[in-house]
């Protein structure tokens, strides 16, 4: 079903009330720099170029270039990580990689590999930030993303499956990757029951 609509500029438009305007003003917050996330994007020893101060977050294969808005847009530190975690996982899909674009028949926006290649990175991002420690501030948004591609799969419960190890596999590479100064967030051990009966 094709549909058209005919768009106008707020400024051509008279009468519109104005507490009906959204305002257009960016979002601007302290960026407070979160270390874990720093050095693995920082030690991935053989990572895209990352462009910041961008106006859109995007992967661009030809060129090998992760392009990202400055931090200080978004509303949380998190939200900024997980995003440019996001466009990493983009990138280990390059020939140079894991070549993991050629399996998809097209990268165009209405095409199922996009959404495929898509969920795939959010997939990614999501265990990247597990890694880094940040996944309580981030998980709800990469579900609800995650959620949307896969209406548009129709559900395809055998891609989800596929998409995980895809995503496990770009991780890996990501780690694999990374200079020896690497550390990952310390896993937070289980707690122990301890005996505490005393025999009298």
């Not at 265990?127 to 799969?153: F, H």
């Amino acid at each position: 079903m094709l549909r058209y609509y005919r768009v106008f500029h707020v400024d051509d438009v008279e009468g519109i009330d104005p507490d009906k305007i959204p305002g257009n003003t960016a979002h601007d917050h302290n960026f407070d720099p979160i270390a874990s996330c720093e050095q693995l994007i920082q030690f991935w020893s053989d990572s895209p170029v990352i462009k910041l101060d961008q106006k859109k977050a995007c992967y661009i294969p030809s060129l090998d270039e992760v392009h990202m808005p400055g931090a200080r847009t978004f509303f949380q530190d998190e939200e900024f990580y997980s995003t440019i975690f996001h466009e990493c996982v983009h990138a280990t899909g390059a020939r140079k990689r894991l070549n993991r674009h050629e399996r998809f028949s097209s990268l165009n926006f209405a095409d199922s590999g996009y959404s495929q290649e898509e969920m795939v990175a959010e997939m990614g991002a999501a265990y990247l930030c597990g890694i880094c420690g940040i996944e309580n501030a981030t998980i709800n948004n990469s579900a609800a993303y995650i959620q949307g591609w896969l209406k548009k799969l129709k559900s395809d419960k055998k891609f989800i499956v596929m998409a995980s190890g895809l995503a496990q596999k770009a991780v890996d590479y990501i780690l694999d990757h990374q200079d020896s100064s690497f550390k990952p967030v310390p896993k937070k051990k289980k707690p122990q029951i301890v005996n505490t009966s005393i025999s009298l």
